[in-house]
């Protein structure tokens, strides 16, 4: 195989685990007690 | 270097005088305003500065007392005693129409110790009315500045700046109530064991349902014995009374009332838009020529977008090198992206049209007519505003239920809102009847837009239907009721609400973008890479779709969809929008750019194209209806689930509606469909 397209395999192989991440990440934040946003109180929600 | 000074402010008055809008002129912000009451359900913060003093303003739900009937009043409540040591004081926002109404709260406050400034706002729409107010007077008599403001226009607003600069806040010498013998022994001996010596403030302990104030000791204080005599509810009623008593005194010297010869353009207008008849037919007109607009207007900027990701996608295919990187942005990510922001030009005149009926009072009257129609439901009063709200987004239409004081109806309101047609269902709807509806029109009207009206009636009746089955499991004896005032109507903001939709497309294009992005990519990488068919492969690469690992996922569960009359393309599309609704139409997107059998051309053109083995079309009557059912009924939005768990603070009942709104949105498909077919 060529070098440029292991290169290229490695390349999509850090950019599908990042998307992974984000995924589960964003999916244990949406589901956090803690509000994450900006202006966030413990009676108010979020601005 | 001057040192910059920080302080800050509160901007508090009753519901619908105007706070929001003054809030954004001041920290030039834009916050979403509307011509109704319960616009903020929640504390808002921004900064200005001036003459190197850095102000942050908390802008608070509007409140038409102290005592808080529900959540978002206990959150301006609380805010305001419990915080009073990290402001420097309020700017009290009065209602020029309703002074009398407005001079309550601000009495409260005053005798609270708190200090304040006074802003008399729309004071154009008074004189309209014939009302006159003699703001030195009114000066004169509460003893702090007063100022007249038309925060729509930006006027009065550097005198305000100026004075919050001067700091002009003062704390009134006065209570404007004293309280009543019985209590007073009570309110003298908590203030005598503790270190509270504002009597008002220990009063409103009493005379409130819930605890306000941060007293030390305080149910060592008062005994069983003492609490007798005090019925929170009577003790408010008593305090009321008395205080319209010697504000009534106080409006008779400030204000001066012209009798009105001319009808009001609003008078004029309410004879038709509340209407018990014609307020419906008027109500219905509108809807259609919004969604007549939506397929209308929207119809050259959408094959703009859609052109342009095309050429990228072609550009990106021929100037990346051959590889996986080129097949995953110019088959992945980019026909994944532009499949959803061709939608953006659709979604941003529906949210137009809807902030300007907000802006115009119209909304309201919208409310009025629901109310009516809805009571024998039991979706009355304050549940309407949730429900008008969730047309745009069930998301802040279910955190606006914290103004329902009544916890059952309440979590009903929150457990039905989801059915009504928010935008993230647009895309789904605006293709699928692309697909299944000629685009021809009747007297002008298009059936496309027609079969759009009927499916935002189809949710809204769900809505209807669903809180009729819950009101006889979950029974409340108290019903709460809506009373709010029909603002006037107003020249909407035009310009305003168009820098406000361009930000909400720009929240959608990134919100939706984002998460469209990262399913793409493994979209992709389980399309590209498939189960090894040799025995030293690890992975089979560049395989054909069907022998994928998605193809394998999808062939999978192909036997739980058949019966609904789709294709594993649809399904793998139905299981990544449990994110978000949206995500279906990017997800076919992508699968469609990634089948190298698809047929040229654009997305529409290829779902139309595509038919099943037996020479069927994929995307017949039937199945497109079928897909339209099972949008308008289920629950794909992770972001909703997440706001249901954090409202409702119930596993069970997040969990309760997920499952039944999903089961309802499968059986209603299949049955369409097995009916249709």
Redesign the interface.
């Given at each position: 195989m060529e070098n440029?397209?292991i290169l290229?395999?490695v390349?999509?192989g850090l950019?599908?685990l990042t998307?992974?991440y984000?995924?589960v990440r964003?999916?244990t934040k949406?589901?956090s007690?803690k509000d994450n946003g900006k202006?966030c109180?413990p009676?108010?929600?979020?601005? | 270097m001057q040192e910059k000074k920080q302080k800050q402010i509160l901007l508090i008055g009753n519901p619908n005088v105007g706070k929001s809008t003054m809030f954004n002129v001041l920290c030039n912000r834009k916050q979403k305003t509307g011509n109704y009451a319960g616009v903020t359900v929640a504390s808002l913060s921004g900064k200005y500065i001036y003459k190197n003093e850095e102000v942050e303003v908390i802008d608070l739900p509007g409140s038409y007392s102290i005592y808080p009937t529900s959540e978002d009043e206990a959150i301006f409540s609380r805010y305001l005693i419990q915080e009073q040591e990290s402001y420097s004081g309020v700017v009290y926002i009065a209602d020029a129409i309703n002074m009398r109404r407005s001079l309550l709260l601000f009495q409260q406050i005053q005798d609270l110790g708190i200090p304040a400034i006074m802003v008399v706002n729309q004071i154009d729409e008074a004189e309209k009315r014939g009302i006159k107010i003699d703001i030195s007077k009114l000066a004169e008599i509460l003893n702090i500045p007063v100022f007249e403001t038309n925060a729509k226009n930006n006027i009065g607003i550097e005198t305000v700046r100026e004075a919050v600069f001067n700091n002009d806040f003062k704390i009134s010498q006065t209570n404007s109530f004293e309280i009543p013998t019985e209590q007073k022994a009570l309110v003298y001996k908590i203030s005598s064991n503790t270190s509270e010596k504002n009597l008002y403030k220990i009063w409103t302990l009493l005379a409130a349902d819930t605890y306000l104030g941060k007293i030390e000791n305080i149910h060592e204080i008062i005994t069983q014995e003492d609490s007798k005599c005090s019925v929170p509810k009577r003790l408010q009623i008593h305090e009321t009374v008395r205080r319209y008593q010697s504000i009534d005194k106080i409006t008779s010297q400030i204000t001066e009332k012209k009798p009105q010869l001319k009808e009001l353009l609003t008078e004029k207008l309410d004879k038709v838009l509340v209407h018990k008849i014609w307020g419906y037919v008027v109500f219905l007109l509108i809807l259609l020529l919004i969604f007549q607009s939506v397929f209308f207007l929207a119809e050259y900027p959408m094959t703009w977008i859609e052109d342009f990701f095309t050429w990228l996608s072609e550009f990106s295919g021929e100037r990346l090198p051959e590889g996986p990187i080129n097949s995953l942005v110019s088959s992945g990510i980019i026909p994944g992206i532009g499949g959803i922001m061709v939608f953006a030009p659709q979604i941003g005149i529906l949210l137009y049209f809807l902030y300007l009926l907000e802006d115009s009072g119209y909304m309201a009257r919208v409310v009025f007519l629901m109310d009516r129609m809805l009571r024998p439901f039991g979706l009355n009063g304050k549940s309407i505003v949730p429900l008008v709200s969730g047309t745009a987004c069930a998301i802040p239409a279910i955190m606006s239920t914290r103004n329902i004081e009544n916890v059952k109806e309440r979590l009903i309101t929150i457990l039905v809102t989801p059915f009504m047609t928010c935008s993230a269902r647009l895309p789904i709807y605006s293709i699928i009847i692309g697909l299944i509806i000629p685009d021809q029109s009747f007297y002008g009207i298009k059936y496309r837009a027609i079969a759009l009206m009927i499916m935002y009636l189809i949710g809204f009746l769900m809505a209807l239907f669903s809180s009729f089955i819950l009101k006889s499991f979950i029974k409340t004896k108290i019903k709460s009721f809506l009373v709010m005032d029909l603002p006037t109507y107003k020249m909407p903001l035009f310009g305003y609400d168009f820098k406000l939709v361009l930000g909400k497309v720009w929240e959608f294009i990134s919100g939706a973008g984002k998460v469209i992005f990262t399913v793409s990519i493994i979209l992709w990488a389980l399309s590209y890479f498939g189960p090894p068919q040799h025995k030293n492969e690890i992975l089979a690469t560049e395989s054909s779709l069907d022998h994928s690992y998605l193809g394998r996922i999808g062939r999978t569960m192909e036997p739980a969809i058949a019966p609904l009359g789709y294709d594993w393309k649809m399904g793998i599309g139905i299981l990544t929008s449990f994110a978000a609704r949206e995500v279906f139409v990017g997800t076919l997107s992508t699968l469609y750019s990634l089948d190298d059998k698809a047929p040229e051309g654009k997305l529409i053109e290829k779902m139309r194209l595509d038919i099943k083995p037996n020479g069927e079309k994929v995307f017949s009557f039937a199945t497109g209806v079928s897909i339209l059912l099972f949008y308008a009924f289920a629950m794909q939005c992770i972001s909703t689930i997440a706001v249901v768990y954090r409202e409702t603070r119930s596993l069970k009942w997040t969990m309760l509606q997920t499952v039944s709104m999903t089961a309802l949105a499968y059986f209603s498909a299949l049955i369409i469909y097995q009916i249709l077919k």
């Open positions: 440029s397209l290229q395999y390349i999509i950019i599908v998307a992974v984000a995924i964003k999916l949406t589901f007690k202006n109180g009676d108010c929600g979020c601005s | -």
